[in-house]
């Protein structure tokens, strides 16, 4: 079994920027796949980056919404991936989720809270 545990939400003005962290309980190397996803009250699970090939170096894929302004990066020496998100706006309020696949099936963290409002 895999954990996950995200951490670095919080509350933040429009245009600020927050740096989320996912803590994984194996080597991010030998996970297939690993995702930020996000949720907003009302609304579906947003896939909103998308690293792939880790152990090859990784390819990262983002939504159209985000893209230009959030940046995903693994550091497999901690076992951690980052979001970084830059240039905030209101919609992007949710709670974002840390997402892992090992042998086919999908682990995820708790989710942590991003606020964005002024």
């Known amino acids: 079994q895999v954990q996950l545990v995200e951490s670095g939400g919080g509350l933040v003005q429009p245009g600020g920027s927050l740096r989320l962290s996912c803590a994984a309980s194996?080597?991010?190397?030998?996970?297939?796949?690993m995702n930020w996803y996000r949720q907003a009250p009302g609304n579906e699970r947003e896939l909103v980056a998308s690293i792939t090939g880790i152990y090859g170096g990784g390819t990262i894929t983002y939504a159209d919404s985000v893209k230009g302004r959030f940046t995903a990066s693994v550091d497999n020496a901690k076992n951690m991936i980052y979001l970084q998100m830059n240039s905030l706006k209101p919609e992007d309020t949710a709670v974002y989720y840390c997402?892992?696949?090992?042998?086919?099936?999908?682990?995820w963290g708790q989710g942590t809270q991003v606020t964005v409002s002024s």
């Open positions: 997402n892992g696949r090992l042998r086919g099936r999908s682990y």
């Open positions: 194996t080597s991010v190397l030998s996970l297939s796949v």
